[in-house]
């Protein structure tokens, strides 16, 4: 009895004892799962993050790009622009370089990255094209090259960038939600061998998710407060140049205008004054007077928009530069019209108003000196 006794406890002894292996067997290969999950996900994770990071700096530098090129149209650039946006497009390269290196990016990720590529390198050409004409080209003109073929280009190479992004945001969402799937089955055979190891496991596993839940919120907060930032500097720009009464450009759009076609050569330039408008003012109040003023823009607009760059530069005072191509005779004919046009009845409320306007003309040689029509 004694001798059977002996045995089974060396039977038990052996059971528990293979039991125990298979047990610490079980613990290290699940331990072993655990630190291959955690680092394959971590790597794909770091991965596309670093895809979706190299895709919002060429985003940034784009924008960058855009603001120094806004600046070239407005006349506001200097001898560092142009070689600041060359850096900005070797940026981008780099930039490009190191995406196309990782081998973790999807097909659809790959494609729109190369219309992103493709946008851009059409943006890249459009600059080089108009790079020494567009500071010079006067501000209406600056304005219609940037708008009409500068600005669908960057807006074009912007989309496509973002596409791009939110595709890699959501492939590392997708990995993380695959690699926790993976994470979550060995955590179901860990749950069996200790509850407390799931619990932990799952507390950091809520942490990560709270953590990248809490990134993208700011860096949505950070995407929107970059594009009100956008707005608001765009507004400013515009107002400062602007009359906020007729819409025409001021005097301040003015000074740049003058000072970059005195450094061309020669122009035509008038300049009107309704006079004894005071007496307009001090008669039928300013908010009669600021109607008048708003007829005489329309009336410009209307007749000599085509033929003339219109400003506003004070109050009761008119500007006209006149389009290089007309001759002489033709800029007095045309600046006679116009103050003409300028005193001519106007109907405000059933009132009629009409006054007599002055006017210069005067004819800029290359030599800066003036020739007073």
């Not at 506001?76 to 060359?86: H, V």
């Not at 060995?186 to 809490?214: D, E, K, N, Y």
């Amino acid at each position: 009895m004694a001798g059977r006794a002996n045995a089974q406890a060396r039977r038990v002894g052996r059971i528990m004892s293979i039991a125990g292996i298979v047990f610490l067997l079980i613990m290290a290969f699940n331990l072993v799962i655990e630190n291959l999950v955690y680092l394959r996900s971590r790597s794909v994770y770091n991965d596309n993050m670093a895809a979706v990071q190299n895709m919002s700096k060429m985003n940034d530098e784009l924008a960058a790009i855009n603001e120094r090129v806004v600046l070239m149209a407005a006349g506001m650039s200097d001898d560092m622009t142009l070689t600041e946006i060359d850096s900005s497009f070797a940026n981008i390269e780099t930039l490009k370089q190191e995406f196309l290196a990782e081998n973790t990016h999807s097909e659809m990720e790959i494609r729109r990255f190369n219309q992103a590529s493709y946008a851009i390198q059409g943006f890249e050409r459009k600059i080089n094209e108009v790079r020494d004409t567009l500071p010079t080209a006067g501000y209406g003109k600056a304005r219609n090259i940037y708008e009409q073929e500068l600005a669908p280009l960057k807006a074009c190479a912007s989309e496509m960038l973002e596409a791009t992004i939110e595709i890699g945001q959501n492939n590392a969402s997708s990995n993380v939600r695959n690699s926790s799937i993976m994470h979550g089955v060995a955590q179901l055979i860990l749950m069996i061998i200790t509850v407390l190891v799931l619990i932990s496991i799952f507390i950091i596993g809520r942490q990560q998710i709270r953590a990248f839940s809490q990134i993208q919120e700011k860096e949505e907060e950070l995407a929107e407060a970059a594009g009100q930032i956008d707005r608001s500097r765009q507004k400013v720009v515009d107002a400062a140049y602007t009359n906020i009464l007729t819409g025409m450009k001021n005097r301040y759009a003015l000074e740049e205008t003058l000072e970059q076609l005195i450094e061309e050569g020669q122009f035509n330039v008038a300049v009107f004054d309704i006079d004894n408008f005071r007496e307009i003012n001090d008669t039928y109040g300013y908010d009669f007077g600021d109607s008048c003023l708003l007829s005489v823009a329309e009336r410009l607009r209307e007749q000599y928009g085509q033929t003339a760059d219109l400003y506003n530069i004070f109050g009761n005072e008119f500007c006209m530069i006149f389009d290089p191509s007309l001759t002489s005779m033709q800029v007095q004919q045309l600046a006679e019209e116009v103050r003409q046009s300028i005193g001519s009845a106007i109907m405000i409320e059933g009132v009629v108003i009409q006054n007599s306007v002055s006017g210069a003309l005067y004819h800029v040689l290359p030599s800066g000196n003036l020739d007073v029509g």
